[in-house]
């Protein structure tokens, strides 16, 4: 089926909306097998991606401003996904002792061994990809890439000229 079909779209302005929006229909239906996959395990994708991140550390203590840079998604509130697995006993939270501002972050036994049960069955989501080849994988992961800069690229030129106005 082709995008104007799905997308109920006579036509796209040009290739570059086609490319956008196809990217954005397909990253719905690649959220929506990562968290069936994580729903099995009783988390959400951005869940596991805390303890992912928390387990690489272990046994090094992080912060939850550590975390959200870290994290895929940038604009997920740390603090809360970290009282959901604190909740769980995935991850053990305490005060930090040189700033009582801060607390330290570990993941628990029961947070690793989660994470290795998780590991054994992986190879399920990359299953979702699976009609792409390896080598048009990699292509994939390369214009992906590029179309992270030129984003990136562009969004700095745009902080860059509101700044510009703004001291004119």
């Known amino acids: 089926m082709t995008l104007n079909k799905e997308f109920g779209i006579s036509s796209f302005r040009n290739e570059w909306q086609k490319a956008s929006l196809s990217i954005l229909y397909t990253y719905g239906f690649l959220s929506n097998g990562y968290e069936s996959f994580f729903k099995k395990h009783n988390l959400t994708t951005q869940q596991y991606n805390a303890l992912r991140i928390l387990r690489d550390q272990f046994p090094k203590p992080v912060s939850t401003s550590f975390l959200r840079e870290k994290m895929m998604d940038k ?58 080849s390896e080598e048009e994988a990699l292509t994939l992961i390369e214009l992906l890439a590029k179309a992270r800069a030129s984003i990136l690229r562009q969004t700095n030129e745009e902080v860059e000229t509101a700044v510009e106005s703004v001291n004119a």
């Open 75 to 132: 604009m997920s509130d740390a603090s809360r996904l970290v009282s959901r697995l604190s909740a769980k006993g995935l991850v053990t939270v305490t005060q930090n002792p040189s700033d009582k501002r801060l607390v330290n972050i570990l993941i628990s036994a029961e947070g690793q061994k989660l994470c290795n049960e998780i590991d054994a069955d992986l190879h399920n989501l990359d299953a979702l990809l699976k009609g792409l």
